[in-house]
């Protein structure tokens, strides 16, 4: 059991940077491998990156790969997404999630979401 807030959105100008922060309590941290989703109104939520519980091995859709950096500080149960080059299709709803189970890219493999942090990217 652990419980999420999202923290970092904001409106930024295409090109610029944010950094979102995920910040966890209950559980047992470093126990949960982490993703963040994005969701942009009337489109169904999607996978953005993935991090292992160890934070040794990393994955991110296309879109992103590149340009977005995930990582975590498990001492400080901190997850964290660096968006860089954001343009207007970053847009969206995001979504800090964790989960127990083996699987990354799919919604309904994480059973634990942060309530969402709005990004907007202005041109």
């Known amino acids: 059991q652990v419980q999420l807030v999202e923290f970092g959105g904001g409106l930024v100008q295409t090109g610029g940077s944010l950094r979102l922060s995920c910040a966890a309590s209950g559980g047992t941290f470093s126990s949960y491998r982490i993703g963040w989703f994005r969701q942009a109104p009337g489109k169904e939520r999607e996978f953005v990156a993935a991090?292992?519980?160890?934070?040794?091995?990393?994955y991110y859709s296309d879109s992103v790969k590149g340009r977005f950096t995930i990582s975590r500080d498990n001492a400080k149960r901190q997850g964290f997404l660096q968006m860089n080059s954001l343009d207007v299709e970053d847009t969206g709803v995001y979504y800090c999630a964790a989960s127990l189970q083996i699987g990354l890219s799919y919604a309904y493999e994480y059973n634990y979401w942060g309530q969402g942090t709005q990004v907007t990217v202005s041109s």
């Open positions: 991090i292992t519980s160890s934070g040794g091995v990393t």
